[in-house]
């Protein structure tokens, strides 16, 4: 998997010199920009129904709260612990990689202001390193100074450069690992993070991540305590909303009929096992789909923060748009100017002004996702001043990669259901997610 555009962090693995990139940067909407994924909750609009087996929300299944926002986090966040006894760092929640990277406490660039931590293996009576050979080999590392290393290159980790690389480096180990509602823990494959670049902004507020896609194996945190019996179901879930406890919740092992208003409704995960993906129908602008936007494979990514469109589709959903404008509607900043925001112009808008704009339905293979103003007219980008709105879609390139992100995902309680290849969607219960344990 190749991603490489705005706002968008891709983890690589150099194994045999192949570059999958994988999404890190989480966000919120702007409606309620106080450390907030505060929206408009939009209704969803279910128009098939697919059969799938119901996932049973079970006493061992655990709903936990997750940090972040928009600006200057830029991640959605869970507490994770490693080692004997056991150390707890902060990593991104990513459904767009597969592997879990901390930083080591021999990192002088990684940062270390709460509630990061740095792991110390001298301090966990289970950790060991991975050797030198075949298990080295395997994951893609290589042998340096008898230790595997690895080292990680991303793009758009540079919020103000977003083409510019990041990179981190460090070493392979081993150790016991839980996460959420885990009954215990399991033997899991990790990077120590040794050093990383200085322009890799979304590591400056959370250092670290976990890959929550991609196949069964011994790197692959959530799919190791599935098998090892300390979650109930290959399934997890979660929302995004600004509650009484944190800015969202994940559940590890099922789903949680707390977080969710209506039933959940499925569409086919057509990633083949690798990063979640859904079959896209069309984008409609106020009701009217976009030419272009139909038959389309698109990449669901917890760490993506907005909705990324490659230049054919986001240039029909420009034109839509601007349509309104022959139409008599007023959308300051796409109507009689040559400053748009869809050419990265931005604009303190009234609430009036911003409740002109139309709402954007992206149609799935049975579900469609709705988006209002506040999901795709956001604050706080770098650079801009706190009060100015700027367009929430960007531009991947011709040719480029659809990924729905977390303000498209916000509205809903988004389920991963791996067991049967699948994506359930049911709109959020605002006054329940975020509002569930405490960080």
């Not at 021999?106 to 709460?114: G, L, P, V």
């Not at 760490?303 to 839509?320: A, Q, W």
Request: hydrophobic letters at 35%; charged letters at 15%; one cysteine or more.
């Amino acid at each position: 998997l190749k991603l490489q555009f705005l706002y968008f962090i891709g983890i690589s693995y150099n194994m045999s010199k192949l570059i999958a990139l994988a999404a890190l940067c989480g966000v919120a909407s702007a409606a309620s920009f106080r450390n907030a994924a505060g929206v408009v909750v939009s209704d969803l609009h279910s128009h098939v129904h697919h059969e799938h087996r119901e996932i049973v929300y079970q006493s061992r299944v655990g709903s936990d709260p997750m940090g972040g926002n928009i600006w200057p986090v830029a991640i959605y966040w869970v507490e994770i612990e490693v080692g004997t006894p056991a150390q707890k760092f902060p990593v991104a929640v990513d459904t767009g990689s597969y592997t879990l990277d901390i930083p080591d406490v021999t990192c002088t660039t990684c940062i270390t202001k709460a509630p990061n931590n740095a792991f110390n293996a001298s301090k966990s009576s289970t950790s060991s390193e991975i050797p030198c050979g075949l298990a080295c080999t395997v994951k893609g590392g290589l042998c340096k100074d008898d230790k595997c290393t690895f080292s990680n290159t991303y793009e758009t980790c540079d919020l103000k450069n977003p083409t510019a690389p990041c990179t981190i480096k460090g070493n392979w180990r081993k150790d016991q690992v839980t996460l959420g509602g885990a009954t215990g823990t399991v033997e899991v494959d990790f990077g120590t993070i040794t050093s990383q670049t200085s322009n890799f902004d979304q590591f400056k507020n959370i250092d670290g991540v976990v890959g929550l896609a991609g196949p069964s194996g011994s790197s692959n945190v959530f799919e190791s305590l599935v098998s090892g019996g300390k979650l109930p179901a290959n399934v997890f879930a979660m929302c995004f909303v600004h509650g009484k406890t944190s800015n969202g919740t994940i559940t590890f092992g099922g789903t949680d009929p707390r977080l969710h208003s209506g039933s959940i409704q499925y569409v086919p995960d057509t990633g083949g096992g690798g990063f979640y993906s859904v079959e896209l129908k069309s984008i409609s602008v106020a009701g009217s789909a976009a030419p272009g936007t139909s038959s389309t494979k698109a990449i669901l990514d917890s760490g993506t923060n907005i909705l990324l469109l490659p230049t054919e589709m986001y240039t029909s959903v420009k034109s839509k748009f601007t349509d309104l404008c022959n139409k008599g509607v007023s959308l300051p900043g796409v109507c009689n100017t040559t400053r748009s925001i869809f050419d990265k112009y931005c604009y303190d808008y009234t609430p009036e002004q911003i409740a002109k704009f139309p709402n954007v339905t992206l149609a799935l293979n049975g579900v469609d996702l709705h988006m209002s103003p506040r999901n795709y007219l956001l604050q706080g980008e770098p650079g801009q001043d706190a009060s100015v709105y700027c367009l929430g879609f960007r531009d991947t390139g011709k040719g480029g990669l659809l990924i729905i992100g977390d303000s498209t995902m916000e509205n809903y309680y988004m389920v991963m259901d791996r067991a049967n290849m699948q994506i359930g969607w049911a709109p959020v219960n605002r006054s329940s997610c975020g509002s569930i344990g405490s960080l």
